[in-house]
């Protein structure tokens, strides 16, 4: 919904084919995602970024709703997944670059959807973070829940990724097994240079 379609569809569980899908309408058929560069509420604290999207009526309402233990307790455990429980009370804005991206995943994660879009999550990030966020994906996996992961990094898709999907210029290149994708001479070529 970030950019209109502009032929197909979008079909959701094989049941639901949309033409047209507004932004916010999106977390409705279970599907949330990433930003390459995180997109906060720079102004809220670390809790309050997650405890907007924990409610089921608009950013204004949800501000000022009485968040009850189950709101909070729903933040508590994206939060401690990300490492960001100690830094509840900070503003987004004083968070550094990969704490910035830790919280847009942990707000991700907090909607419980049955799909996630994470568009470059690893880009930028230190090792240690790193971990974090394969351990992430890799739960979300054994929850049963499809991740569809843009990345450039190799070793990564190659840990994480069941199916490789390659574009080049808006096409498909190739599709199947990480191993058996990585290998083939036409995506050697175009994407990895050699």
Same mark, same amino acid.
């Given at each position: 919904?970030?950019?209109?379609?502009?032929?197909?569809?979008?079909?959701?569980?094989?049941?639901?084919?949309?033409?047209?899908?507004?932004?916010?309408?999106?977390?409705?058929?279970?599907?949330?995602?990433?930003?390459?560069?995180?997109?906060?509420?720079?102004?809220?604290? *670390?809790?309050?970024?997650?405890?907007? *999207?924990?409610?089921?009526?608009?950013?204004?309402?949800?501000?000022?709703?009485?968040?009850?233990?189950?709101?909070?307790?729903?933040? &508590?455990?994206?939060?401690? &997944?990300?490492?960001?429980?100690?830094?509840?009370?900070?503003?987004?804005?004083?968070?550094?670059?990969?704490?910035?991206?830790?919280?847009?995943?942990?707000?991700?994660?907090?909607?419980?959807?049955?799909?996630?879009?994470?568009?470059?999550?690893?880009?930028?990030?230190?090792?240690?973070?790193? &971990?974090?966020?394969?351990?992430?994906?890799?739960?979300? &996996?054994?929850?049963?829940?499809?991740?569809?992961?843009?990345?450039?990094?190799?070793?990564?898709?190659?840990?994480?990724?069941?199916?490789?999907?390659?574009?080049?210029?808006?096409?498909?290149?190739?599709?199947?097994?990480?191993?058996?994708?990585?290998?083939?001479?036409?995506? *050697?070529?175009?994407?990895?240079?050699?």
């Amino acid at each position: 919904g970030m950019v209109g379609l502009d032929g197909g569809a979008v079909i959701v569980n094989d049941t639901l084919k949309l033409s047209k899908i507004k932004p916010y309408d999106v977390s409705a058929y279970g599907i949330t995602r990433t930003f390459q560069e995180a997109r906060l509420f720079n102004q809220m604290t *670390v809790l309050d970024n997650i405890l907007v *999207v924990l409610t089921e009526r608009n950013v204004f309402g949800a501000l000022f709703e009485k968040h009850n233990n189950y709101h909070l307790g729903k933040a &508590k455990d994206a939060l401690e &997944k990300t490492s960001l429980w100690g830094k509840r009370n900070e503003l987004a804005a004083n968070l550094s670059y990969g704490q910035r991206k830790l919280l847009e995943i942990a707000r991700a994660v907090s909607t419980q959807a049955e799909m996630y879009l994470l568009d470059e999550p690893f880009a930028g990030l230190f090792p240690e973070i790193i &971990k974090t966020v394969s351990e992430i994906i890799k739960e979300l &996996k054994r929850e049963g829940k499809t991740v569809i992961l843009v990345e450039h990094n190799m070793e990564l898709i190659r840990e994480l990724c069941d199916n490789v999907i390659v574009m080049d210029s808006g096409r498909l290149l190739a599709q199947g097994q990480p191993e058996e994708v990585l290998r083939k001479r036409e995506v *050697v070529e175009a994407y990895l240079g050699e």
